[in-house]
């Protein structure tokens, strides 16, 4: 099956969102859904579409950082977020990831740009980015947690109400957040281990 990567048009627009959803019904790598092509006003960007047969069979979307850090974990140098990237499962087998990652670093370079950083909390994704021989930069748990008495009545004060609290650490700190501190495990609200990669060009 031929494969081809172009830029994404604004007339994408609708096969987008919806293909975006259906990667994301089948995904850990994403926390929210969205209703909107985000457009990722005041950076650069890359966006990119891989089409197969004359539909979109993949995606990926890169915002560029302003200042090194502004986004992305490591500091050194200025890179690129990727915040959208996967595929159709239809597709599995067709190197659609492989020519998207491929394409956007060429894209990248265009830019100026030397680095990206993928992170995700979505198990296959880590063994996929393992297999492509990105490096491991870094990791932590996302999770929610019930929040304890004071800081309900601290927030209701201000007559705000909360659910749960949305949280992040390192996974050292793991083991004593789980041992201070209601976590909720029920899907879809479970925790899940994120893990960041890197690629440098």
Same mark, same amino acid.
């Given at each position: 099956?031929?494969?081809?990567?172009?830029?994404?048009?604004?007339?994408?627009?609708?096969?987008?969102?919806?293909?975006?959803?259906?990667?994301?019904?089948?995904?850990?790598?994403?926390?929210?859904?969205?209703?909107?092509? *985000?457009? !990722?006003? /005041? %950076?650069?960007?890359?966006?990119?579409?891989?089409? &197969?047969?004359?539909?979109? $069979?993949?995606?990926?979307?890169?915002?560029?950082?302003?200042?090194?850090?502004?986004?992305?974990?490591?500091?050194?140098?200025?890179?690129?977020?990727?915040?959208?990237?996967?595929?159709? *499962?239809? !597709?599995? /087998? %067709?190197?659609?990831?492989?020519?998207?990652?491929? &394409?956007?670093?060429?894209? $990248?370079?265009?830019?100026?740009?030397?680095?990206?950083?993928?992170?995700?909390?979505?198990?296959?994704?880590?063994?996929?980015?393992?297999?492509?021989?990105?490096?491991?930069?870094?990791?932590?748990?996302?999770?929610?947690?019930?929040?304890?008495?004071?800081?309900?009545?601290?927030?209701?004060?201000?007559?705000?109400?909360?659910?749960?609290?949305?949280?992040?650490?390192?996974?050292?700190?793991?083991?004593?957040?789980?041992?201070?501190?209601?976590?909720?495990?029920?899907?879809?609200?479970?925790?899940?281990?994120?893990?960041?990669?890197?690629?440098?060009?």
């Amino acid at each position: 099956m031929d494969i081809q990567i172009r830029e994404y048009r604004e007339e994408d627009k609708e096969e987008w969102m919806r293909v975006h959803a259906i990667i994301l019904s089948i995904s850990h790598a994403w926390n929210y859904t969205i209703q909107e092509r *985000p457009a !990722y006003e /005041g %950076h650069s960007s890359t966006r990119l579409v891989a089409l &197969a047969e004359g539909k979109i $069979a993949g995606l990926t979307d890169v915002q560029y950082e302003n200042t090194p850090g502004e986004f992305c974990f490591l500091k050194d140098s200025l890179a690129g977020y990727v915040l959208e990237f996967g595929r159709l *499962p239809e !597709y599995s /087998g %067709h190197q659609v990831g492989k020519k998207l990652i491929d &394409a956007t670093i060429e894209d $990248a370079k265009k830019k100026g740009f030397n680095r990206l950083e993928y992170w995700t909390q979505d198990r296959n994704a880590q063994r996929y980015y393992r297999r492509v021989d990105m490096k491991e930069i870094g990791r932590h748990y996302r999770f929610r947690i019930r929040p304890k008495q004071d800081v309900v009545d601290l927030l209701h004060k201000d007559y705000v109400g909360v659910e749960y609290l949305y949280c992040a650490c390192v996974p050292e700190e793991w083991p004593l957040i789980k041992q201070k501190y209601e976590v909720i495990e029920k899907h879809p609200l479970e925790p899940h281990l994120c893990i960041g990669f890197e690629i440098r060009f």
